[in-house]
């Protein structure tokens, strides 16, 4: 009657482990969609200005500057 752990464990393992899959393509897809839409980045600069921080740090890292940066007004 020895209980093991091992199921509980590869349960819980398989669940982080798919949300990390989903976290990763779900930022790919916002980083694509900020990268190919300035409508989406200015949306971004209302809503989520933190997010947008992000996004222009991680292209200041990765070398690629194309984008402008949107001017804040006021």
Same mark, same amino acid.
């Given at each position: ?5 091992e199921?509980?464990? @590869? +349960? ?5 482990? !798919? ?13 694509? *969609? ?11 600069? @209302? +809503? ?5 921080? !992000? ?7 990765s ?5 402008? *940066? ?5």
């Amino acid at each position: 009657m020895a209980c093991t752990v091992e199921p509980l464990a @590869k +349960k819980i393992f398989k669940g982080i482990l !798919v949300a990390e899959v989903m976290g990763i393509f779900g930022a790919y897809f916002l980083f694509n *969609k900020m990268n190919t839409s300035q409508d989406s980045r200015q949306t971004m600069s @209302k +809503k989520f200005p933190f997010i947008l921080e !992000v996004y222009y740090k991680s292209l200041e890292h990765s070398g690629m500057y194309r984008i402008s *940066k949107i001017k804040k007004s006021g």
